[in-house]
């Protein structure tokens, strides 16, 4: 079978790549050109199987069109009044002190404030690619308090992601990377672990020192969200084999 059977016809453009891994028995990847359609600007598709076979990762990478924002497509609610680039600080001067702390499996902060959808969390992340890391980044997250994408995410967006799934049902593993001129976000659709939607915003606020805990209070609620639980945190771009 063609990678081009995998992928419905009206989703493809003229091109589509398709390699065997070196090395690796049984592993396959490709990539093919999704047909761009408003608010998209480009589309694509990366798809990847190793050892055991069918049980693939795909990611799905979306440009949008130039005066299309992050919060036209993203329901802004999931992250309340925090902005990406926030730091622990400035958090605490605009909303208080957090409800919680925690320190995640990597030795990363994590200050977390509900929000009308579920919790969101800022922490200043290491560059997983740097060898000897100068500093880390603020980044926002945002922990839904459902397992479902709908009403969360635009659905023409969402069809994407429909349609990956389709062609590949024992999809273990998909993410939708959506960019917006300054702005990134990683929206998991299926995954191994708890749901976190991260959403950065360029270079700004690059911390010059390493990570380090913010010396804040905790702020005593009732009834926090069970999604906002501790739960292991991979670095940008971590993928599981």
Request: charged residues 20%; proline residues 9%.
């Amino acid at each position: 079978m063609k990678y081009t059977d995998w992928i419905p016809h009206y989703l493809l453009t003229c091109t589509v790549s398709a390699v065997v891994c070196i090395g690796t028995a049984g592993c396959r990847s490709g990539e093919v050109e999704l047909i761009p359609r408003f608010p998209v600007k480009s589309a694509r598709l990366s798809f990847f199987t190793g050892r055991v076979p069918w049980r693939w990762q795909q990611e799905i990478w979306v440009h949008l069109e130039h005066d299309v924002k992050i919060r036209d497509i993203i329901d802004p609610r999931l992250f309340g009044s925090l902005q990406p680039g926030l730091t622990a600080e400035q958090a605490a001067v605009q909303l208080g002190p957090p409800v919680a702390i925690r320190t995640d499996s990597y030795g990363q902060t994590w200050y977390q404030y509900p929000t009308p959808l579920g919790v969101a969390e800022i922490g200043c992340e290491n560059p997983s690619s740097d060898s000897h890391p100068i500093g880390c980044s603020w980044s926002l997250y945002g922990i839904p308090k459902g397992s479902s994408s709908e009403g969360l995410l635009d659905p023409r967006i969402i069809s994407y992601a429909e349609e990956a799934l389709k062609a590949r049902p024992r999809t273990e593993y998909l993410a939708i990377h959506l960019f917006a001129y300054d702005d990134v976000v990683t929206f998991p659709i299926r995954t191994y672990e708890q749901r976190r939607i991260r959403w950065t915003r360029g270079q700004q606020n690059r911390a010059t020192a390493s990570n380090k805990p913010v010396n804040l209070t905790v702020r005593p609620v009732t009834g926090l969200a069970n999604s906002a639980r501790p739960a292991p945190v991979r670095p940008a771009g971590y993928r599981r084999r």
